[in-house]
């Protein structure tokens, strides 16, 4: 069996040391991580924007290599920033992440993000909530087979949380697709098939959303600790 | 869209018609007396004239919106951000200080000038700076630019440099032979053909670099590539024919109207629309009474501040709402 994504020994200068991620069955992964951890940095170097080393392939195909209308069905990359300076509209947003014109997937994902009435609209006049499902759009339209989110669930309320990790679900079955997705709330982890946990610009901890959550790794990371079904700050030792 | 297209068409051809005719009245004159002596002041004076007065216009156009959706901001243009002005001074430095005569390498001095300027824009300002920030440098590099001109000229072993160059860095394309014309605008036309390349580019780039990166465009080499083709286009035709205000400003706003607001998108129709107006700016200076010359870059300054006033108001409601 291929792999999805192979990436041996990428690395950010002084944000990511060395690593290696390897992924044969589509899943659906949470990156968490401290403030700083280099969640952002790990995305970005898997989405071959600032890795100062190594390679990323995506079905044995090496990603630096692949040109712009390729590159798009094979990953995409939503970043944590909502800004968007130019008045595009909602619609030609998400177009834009299409190698090909194709309305009726524009279509299709105005409808399942709920955005007819604002598809017309700039997207720079839209709220921040607003704007980050039309960017998630945008980023599930060419579906891609490796999704690269940073925190695609900051600015949503809680019905659209849980819409979102639905949605990203729902994509990655129907197109055997992978989502890397960071997230804040370790509350959302349960959804995810498995966690990576990120420190100081390393992989911590690799598995299923409840061992990591249960880790003695994760509460070191965060500094925090099970208390019930909640947490409370860890005692320094 | 198809509709706006065959307007633009339309109004370039009429535009370029009646700047090859205009004013009839010394062509019906000579063409009773003298036809050949007519077809030559078509062929010698008007045709080099209309070429250049849509060429840069087209070159404002289309480096105007180039810029913007290089530095994501509305306001960045060939004038604004200093381009214009250290095109000029290279342009005056080479011929007045390094007797240079060729027009191909004033040319050249230009598009070094020009470079010179963003590439200060660049150190000074940084490309994600803030509106302001952007604004004040361009400002700055403009007005340093200026007076290092008007100091050249002052200091230039001609006593008449000033006088020549009143004329000419204003803005106009009066007695410009075909040669000249060649040079600003075969360069200016091989930048301009590499700029509308990155028109997919630019537009990936309104979603952020790392949008552009992810997707495979490489964002810092895609702005040298636009800054330099930029300083080609631009340091040609100010070489030859002077520096012009706002048509790079007003061309790409208008265009991305037309384009739904895609700012790589509107480079070619920005060409168009700043060929139109400078064209036209053109013909209005003729209107000028006999014997006085009016600079092109009055009229487009006249319309472009008015513009550029409401763009940066509008920016400001923006901003704080």
Redesign the interface.
């Known amino acids: 069996m291929t792999a999805l994504l192979n990436a041996t020994a990428i690395s950010v200068d002084g944000r990511l040391s060395r690593t290696d991620l390897h992924l044969r069955l589509p899943q659906m992964i949470a990156v968490i991580g401290p403030n700083g951890a280099g969640k952002t940095s790990f995305l970005?170097a898997l989405?071959?924007?600032?890795a100062t080393t190594g390679s990323v392939a995506i079905d044995e195909e090496v990603?630096a290599h692949?040109?712009?209308s390729r590159?798009?069905r094979l990953?995409?990359?939503?970043?944590a920033?909502r800004?968007?300076?130019?008045?595009?509209?909602a619609r030609?947003?998400i177009s834009?992440g299409l190698p090909s014109p194709d309305p009726a997937r524009v279509e299709a994902l105005i409808d399942v993000l709920e955005l007819a009435a604002i598809s017309e609209r700039?997207v720079?006049?839209l709220s921040t909530g607003e704007r980050s499902r039309v960017?998630l759009a945008?980023a599930l339209a060419a579906r891609p087979r490796l999704l690269?989110l940073d925190e695609p669930l900051s600015n949503l309320d809680p019905f659209w949380v849980l819409r979102v990790l639905e949605i990203v679900r729902a994509e990655t079955q129907t197109s055997g697709s992978s989502a890397l997705v960071s997230v804040h709330d370790l509350n959302q982890v349960a959804a995810f098939d498995r966690v990576l946990l990120l420190d100081r610009g390393g992989l911590v901890a690799d598995g299923a959303p409840q061992d990591v959550l249960n880790s003695s790794a994760l509460s070191q990371a965060f500094r925090i600790e099970r208390e019930g079904s909640g947490w409370k700050i860890r005692e320094p030792a | 869209m198809t509709r706006a297209w065959i307007l633009l068409a339309g109004a370039l051809i009429v535009v370029a018609g009646l700047s090859l005719i205009t004013p009839i009245a010394s062509i019906s004159e000579l063409r009773r007396t003298d036809p050949e002596l007519a077809w030559m002041l078509v062929q010698e004076l008007r045709l080099p004239r209309t070429l250049l007065a849509l060429g840069h216009g087209a070159v404002l156009g289309m480096t105007g919106a180039a810029l913007q959706a290089t530095f994501a901001n509305p306001l960045a243009s060939p004038d604004i951000t200093g381009s214009s002005s250290g095109a000029a001074l290279g342009a005056v430095a080479g011929g007045y200080w390094l007797g240079i005569t060729g027009p191909l390498a004033l040319a050249a001095c230009g598009a070094a000038g020009a470079g010179l300027a963003l590439a200060a824009l660049f150190a000074i300002a940084g490309r994600r700076s803030e509106t302001a920030t952007l604004l004040l440098a361009g400002v700055a590099i403009a007005l340093a630019a200026g007076a290092g001109t008007s100091l050249l000229l002052a200091l230039a072993p001609s006593p008449f440099a000033f006088y020549d160059s009143f004329e000419w860095l204003m803005g106009s394309f009066v007695d410009r032979s075909l040669p000249q014309a060649a040079a600003a605008l075969v360069p200016a036309a091989l930048a301009c053909g590499l700029l509308a390349r990155r028109a997919k580019a630019l537009d990936m780039m309104a979603l952020g670099d790392d949008v552009a990166a992810s997707v495979g465009f490489q964002p810092r080499r895609l702005a040298m590539e636009v800054v330099v083709l930029t300083a080609i286009a631009v340091g040609a035709c100010v070489s030859v024919c002077g520096a012009i205000a706002f048509v790079g400003l007003i061309a790409p706003y208008a265009a991305r109207s037309l384009t739904r607001g895609h700012p790589g998108r509107a480079l070619i129709p920005a060409a168009c629309i700043g060929a139109i107006l400078l064209a036209s700016a053109d013909l209005l200076v003729r209107l000028a009474p006999a014997g006085r010359a009016i600079p092109v870059g009055v009229i487009t300054t006249a319309i472009g501040t008015p513009l550029f006033i409401w763009i940066v108001a509008k920016m400001r409601r923006t901003v704080t709402s």
């Open positions: 970005r989405a071959g924007i600032e990603i692949a040109p712009p590159r798009m990953m995409s990359f939503m970043p920033t800004n968007v300076v130019w008045p595009i509209t030609d947003v834009l700039p720079n006049h960017l945008r690269l």
